[in-house]
């Protein structure tokens, strides 16, 4: 079973609008979710990241939204660039004690046309 | 460059060879993880260290994967007769007690 879920594979903006990418996931025991982008033949970096007890977090173009009653978060880059155009996974980190392991949804495919 | 590096890059075997795989964390995080990715999908997570001592191994795929890190450092994880369906990323990230981790580039194994 698909804990955390991405529904969208592909996304496609203009450049200069904002992306809005979605994540759902099923077990309330995760506490911390994080967003890495990934471009081919590289491995995940890391975007941002943030616990459960808070509802948003800021950094610089990207914003992480956490709504818990809907399990469910989202990733908005606000202006987008061309260079923001790859694969972003959204991750989720179990709770205490746990090996803090991370499970991946299936990915986005942000393009974000000039 | 002071990342988590991973060798070979690229990895041709014929099924039923042994490989393996290393992988170099950021010098000081004491933790490191294995994930395989898989063509579509997200990194799968495989096995997890804490310095030297493997915490958690229930995930890797087959007894015919093993991991070590002998020293704390550097680990490498081996795939014993390798079939074709083991073709996939394989991905080590490192962290230093925190949630957020750290990814090499990964080493793509084609078997044949």
């Known amino acids: 079973d698909q804990q955390v879920k991405q529904n969208s594979p592909s996304l496609s903006v203009q450049e200069g609008r904002i992306s809005i990418l979605n994540c759902d996931y099923t077990?309330?025991?995760?506490?911390?979710f994080l967003w890495y982008k990934k471009y081919p033949a590289e491995g995940p970096t890391f975007l941002i990241s943030?616990?459960?007890?808070?509802d948003k977090n800021e950094d610089g173009r990207f914003t992480v939204f956490l709504n818990k009653s809907a399990k469910h978060l989202s990733l908005h880059i606000v202006p987008s660039q061309p260079g923001d155009s790859a694969v972003y996974f959204c991750?989720?980190?179990?709770?205490?004690?746990?090996?803090?392991?991370?499970?991946f949804g299936s990915g986005t495919q942000l393009t974000v046309l000039p | 460059d002071t990342g988590v590096s991973q060798d070979p890059r690229h990895k041709i075997t014929k099924r039923g060879q042994n490989v393996t795989f290393r992988c170099d964390p950021i010098?000081?995080?004491?933790?490191l993880y294995w994930y395989r990715q898989t063509l579509g999908q997200g990194p799968e997570f495989l096995t997890y260290?804490?310095?030297?001592?493997?915490?958690?191994k229930s995930r890797l795929l087959s007894d015919r994967f093993s991991a070590e890190r002998p020293k704390g450092s550097f680990s490498t994880l081996e795939i014993q007769r390798t079939e074709q369906g083991d073709s996939a990323m394989y991905l080590c990230?490192?962290?230093?007690?925190?949630?957020?981790?750290?990814f090499g580039p990964g080493t793509r194994l084609t078997v044949l």
């Open positions: 260290f804490q310095n030297e001592a493997q915490l958690e």
């Open positions: 943030i616990s459960s007890i808070k």
């Open positions: 990230a490192s962290s230093l007690a925190r949630v957020e981790q750290f």
């Open positions: 991750a989720a980190s179990g709770g205490r004690g746990s090996a803090r392991q991370l499970t």
């Open positions: 077990n309330s025991m995760f506490d911390y």
């Open positions: 010098s000081e995080h004491n933790r």
